[in-house]
């Protein structure tokens, strides 16, 4: 089998893919509730003829503004913190070798068409380290190849415990991470000294 060569370029593109992916599961949610909260303080307001019910109600609707507006503000910073990373190209590679894949239940507050969910289901990578990697919600990886583009459940059914992969991590942000399977995928020589391994 072939290998395809991973550049820098590559992983940048991964790497701006989901990191920003937060910001916008948060603005779902919290205007999910303030929207809503905003328009029964208003109509209350108005069928008692008391703005002071009206702003009492609201009061839940300004807590969700306050937390959006300092939730914002941290992903400014942390978004041009990003992106500087990524413009010097200040990542970690390392290869790490596959444990177990798994399915966990966490608290991630989204809003999903009408519905609210406080809890969310999602694919976590284990590694032999110790070490793990959350299976982002992206179309598809690897979208870049021409061999190795692969949907998540591609991902899964082909990786088994053992299997070795290059796991990418931005420095200072390690939760923003990508991994790439050696099976398929060599560094190219612009990533070799990046390589902590």
Do not use: Q
């Amino acid at each position: 089998m072939t290998k395809e060569t991973l550049t820098l370029s590559n992983i940048v593109n991964d790497l701006r893919s989901i990191a920003f992916f937060n910001l916008s599961n948060v603005e779902e949610w919290r205007f999910s509730y303030i929207i809503p909260i905003t328009l029964l303080a208003v109509i209350i307001g108005i069928i008692l003829k008391s703005i002071w019910v009206g702003l009492l109600i609201f009061s839940a609707a300004a807590y969700h503004i306050v937390c959006y507006v300092m939730e914002y503000k941290s992903y400014k910073a942390k978004k041009k913190a990003i992106a500087d990373i990524l413009d010097r190209g200040d990542i970690s590679i390392c290869i790490e070798k596959l444990s177990h894949i798994a399915e966990e239940t966490i608290y991630e507050p989204r809003t999903h068409g009408r519905h609210s969910h406080v809890t969310k289901t999602i694919t976590v990578f284990y590694f032999m380290s110790g070490g793990s990697w959350r299976l982002p919600n992206v179309r598809k990886y690897y979208e870049w190849s021409k061999d190795y583009f692969i949907s998540s459940k591609g991902l899964e059914n082909i990786s088994i415990s053992g299997d070795e992969f290059f796991r990418v991590s931005l420095r200072g942000y390690y939760d923003i991470a990508y991994i790439y399977p050696c099976k398929f995928f060599v560094l190219g020589s612009d990533l070799n000294s990046k390589n902590d391994s």
